[in-house]
């Protein structure tokens, strides 16, 4: 099993930045994909960004290409999410997600079985 405990967030006003990490334990951190998704309040949660185990691959949504940054520190089993330009549109819970499987990329988030807790991001206009 794996465990992802999200933090970071909280209320910004539009054009400003936020961080959000995510710490892994339970599995061996380095060998999986990990995604990152959000939810919209009244809308179904979206596909963000996803890195795979070594780093050195990723994709973003083009709602947020340009904008956000997704990155790893294996060795402290962290996942960071870089987040500049904030647009209201942006508000919604953020979740870390861990792929199902070893050495596998994939972007559908059916491929993710392990979720954090959320993180609340609120953009103000």
């Known amino acids: 099993q794996a465990q992802l405990v999200e933090s970071g967030g909280g209320l910004v006003q539009a054009g400003g930045s936020l961080r959000l990490s995510c710490a892994a334990s339970g599995r061996t951190f380095s060998r999986y994909t990990m995604g990152w998704f959000r939810q919209a309040p009244g809308k179904e949660r979206e596909f963000v960004a996803a890195i795979n185990w070594s780093g050195d691959r990723s994709n973003y949504a083009d709602s947020v290409k340009g904008r956000f940054t997704i990155s790893r520190d294996n060795a402290k089993k962290m996942v960071y999410r870089q987040m500049n330009s904030l647009k209201p549109e942006d508000t919604a819970v953020y979740y870390c997600?861990?792929?199902?499987?070893?050495?596998?990329?994939?972007?559908?988030?059916?491929?993710?079985?392990?979720w954090g807790q959320g993180a609340q991001v609120t953009v103000s206009s």
């Open positions: 997600a861990t792929h199902t499987t070893v050495w596998v990329y994939s972007l559908s988030m059916n491929s993710y079985d392990y």
